[in-house]
């Protein structure tokens, strides 16, 4: 089952005749994702891998019954697109682009509040629930399915971690990428509430990094949690003040070191690992 | 990205915060001259980074021949390592009381904040530290901007006698912070004297990401993090003897951390974004390889959008000039055909993050 999207999953592309969005879009065709359509302006009336594209997603939602939206814009267009979801009632939309303003996020963050959607993202690789959708970005074949849930805030980070789970026959449930910059839509805790109520969901990685305290919000929470969780927090040596490649990781004012997370983590009690393997290790012997 | 002082005061400007009169010069008699016209002077290293005070980097001069002696000396300091190639020249300006006004994007609450103390001319870091108490922060609504009780209350804990001259103050530094995609932007000290408050300093970093729509050049500094973000990557220059390549932030940060597991030091931080073609691959390799400390090189690339046979393309290209050993790591989108385009090339192959900096750290020791 899984958590956020099902096989019943109902995608729209947002940028589908991009060259990653139209990528993307024959890749997660392929891994049985249910694409119903996509929107690029100027572009209504042509098809992309089969898929309609239509000029609007107000267009798009009068032929097509999607329920949830994908965003391969480029940053400075990007916000406009997670807008024009919003206001067209899409329930989740997972935004791919790197590079957003982080002013502009700031403006999307309130009005998101006022809507029931959800958005994952923005810099996030998407999620996938093995054998039912993938809507984003992770390789189709790293994926086994089971019964962990990964949340991560890294893109490569998480496939090699989840291609590890699976080499060592440990399947998940679902994996999600809540995204690498400062101001995103959905934080470790509404993932570890959604994976908490989730009946095929055994046991949760969560993979961390430096900058802000999004780990450390989480504690109090998973410390109430009946299921296990097993934490992997990279950065150990990072330098103040530099951004390490994402733009959210970054060690500012003193707060958001690997170290400082790692030792509130220990000291509430929960399991860090130290490598990728050491997950493996670990997930194995919570179960 | 940072601006220097100056830079951040004719900002300032702009918007009628008011700064002392000054003038940018690079060399000594430029500052003896600027100093002829102003009277006392204090004369300020540009430079990118804090403490500048306490290096010596700030100066009192009461006549044009002090100022460019002292303009002389600064001139020829290195500040933490960044080289003082201007210093700025300012009318002199008694404070009778340094204040501090700053505003920042509070990531938990996802919105600006902005934070007051009276006491100034020290950094936030240890106002927060020592006196907290004397800290007022207020959260801005994105969508509604600063409400006229906000910089009225914020106004009250600096001054109460100079409130009127302060909320002005603080909504223009508000319009200075949204207008210009700040991540920060700081008056510290913001002084009141004998002529009203004006702002002594100047600081802004404006968001990366909004360069696009802002109008600030950078300096060409020759870096090799300048490089590495002109080729569209990510590049932290660090001080060991590992130098790494990685497509993903944080597969590169895990790495770095494996690295000193097994008891190497990284010699630098390298995100080489998705999709990376084989040009990016050999342009990475050249930044990473002209710094003289790397000992051994680590690749660790899992494919997503990241093809393993463009990577290894680019690897090719330019393996024979470099005489540095190399451990690659290809897993993910086209991996068997990576593998095999390096395998006659007899280069170190891993498969997985872990063997790789174990391997690379025994290289390293190794040469």
């Not at chain 2, 918007?15 to 300020?44: C, T």
Request: proline share 5%.
């Amino acid at each position: 089952m899984g958590i956020l999207i099902d096989k019943n999953t109902r995608v729209l592309v947002q940028g589908i005749t991009g060259r990653e969005g139209s990528l993307q879009t024959g890749q997660m065709i392929d891994f049985g994702t249910n694409i119903v359509g996509g929107v690029t302006p100027g572009k209504g009336g042509s098809f992309v891998h089969e898929r309609p594209v239509f000029d609007s997603v107000n267009e798009a939602l009068k032929e097509t019954d999607a329920n949830a939206s994908v965003i391969f814009v480029p940053p400075q267009f990007a916000t406009d697109s997670i807008f024009e979801a919003i206001d067209n009632g899409i329930e989740l939309i997972v935004c791919i682009t790197e590079g957003i303003p982080i002013h502009d996020m700031m403006r999307v963050w309130p009005y998101l509040k006022t809507s029931s959607a959800r958005l994952l993202g923005p810099n996030c690789p998407g999620i996938t629930t093995p054998s039912a959708s993938k809507i984003g970005i992770m390789p189709n074949q790293i994926h086994k399915p089971g019964n962990i849930g990964v949340v991560s805030r890294s893109g490569t980070l998480t496939y090699e971690i989840v291609d590890m789970l699976s080499k060592n026959d440990i399947g998940q449930s679902t994996s999600v990428g809540i995204g690498g910059d400062p101001v995103n839509g959905t934080s470790f805790v509404d993932i570890l509430e959604l994976f908490e109520d989730d009946p095929e969901t055994h046991g949760v990685v969560m993979v961390g990094e430096i900058g802000g305290t999004a780990e450390e919000e989480s504690i109090e929470f998973i410390k109430q949690m009946s299921k296990p969780v097993i934490s992997y927090i990279v950065g150990v040596f990072a330098p103040p003040g530099k951004t390490m490649g994402h733009a959210g990781a970054i060690i500012s004012m003193g707060v958001g070191t690997a170290l400082e997370k790692i030792q509130a983590f220990e000291k509430a009690g929960i399991s860090v690992a130290k490598s990728p393997s050491d997950i493996v290790q670990l997930v194995k012997n919570s179960l | 990205m940072k601006l220097y002082e100056y830079a951040a005061k004719e900002i300032f400007s702009k918007y009628d915060i008011p700064i002392p009169g000054s003038s940018l010069v690079s060399d000594a008699d430029g500052a003896e001259e600027s100093a002829r016209k102003m009277g006392e002077v204090v004369i300020k290293a540009q430079v990118l980074t804090g403490g500048r005070g306490k290096a010596g980097g700030i100066a009192r001069a009461s006549s044009p021949e002090d100022a460019k002696s002292n303009a002389k000396r600064i001139l020829g300091m290195s500040i933490k390592g960044f080289p003082v190639k201007k210093v700025l020249i300012e009318e002199y300006r008694e404070p009778i009381k340094e204040m501090y006004l700053g505003i920042t994007i509070d990531r938990k609450k996802k919105c600006p904040v902005i934070m007051a103390s009276p006491q100034g001319g020290i950094d936030i870091e240890e106002i927060a530290k020592n006196s907290p108490e004397n800290i007022t922060m207020v959260h801005i609504h994105p969508l509604t901007g600063i409400h006229e009780y906000q910089a009225r209350m914020l106004a009250n804990s600096l001054d109460r006698d100079k409130a009127r001259e302060l909320i002005d103050i603080i909504k223009k530094l508000y319009r200075v912070f949204i207008d210009n995609d700040c991540q920060l932007v700081e008056i510290n000290p913001l002084a009141r004297t004998k002529d009203g408050i004006i702002a002594l300093d100047g600081k802004m970093v404006i968001d990366d990401n909004a360069l696009f729509r802002q109008d600030f050049s950078e300096e060409e500094t020759g870096s090799l993090e300048e490089a590495a973000r002109k080729n569209g990557m990510s590049y932290v220059g660090l001080d060991g003897e590992i130098g790494c390549i990685v497509n993903g932030a944080g597969l590169a940060m895990a790495t770095l951390d494996m690295i000193k597991q097994y008891g190497g030091t990284p010699a630098n931080f390298m995100d080489v974004r998705a999709g990376a073609n084989a040009q990016q691959v050999k342009t990475a390799l050249e930044i990473v390889s002209s710094n003289k400390n790397v000992k051994a090189i680590i690749i660790n690339i899992f494919g997503g959008l990241t093809k393993c046979d463009e990577v290894a393309k680019g690897i090719i290209e330019i393996f024979p000039e470099i005489k540095i050993p190399l451990v690659v790591r290809l897993s993910g989108t086209n991996e068997l055909e990576g593998r095999a385009m390096l395998g006659k090339y007899g280069i170190h192959m891993a498969s997985s993050t872990e063997e790789a900096a174990k391997g690379v750290v025994g290289l390293g020791h190794s040469n």
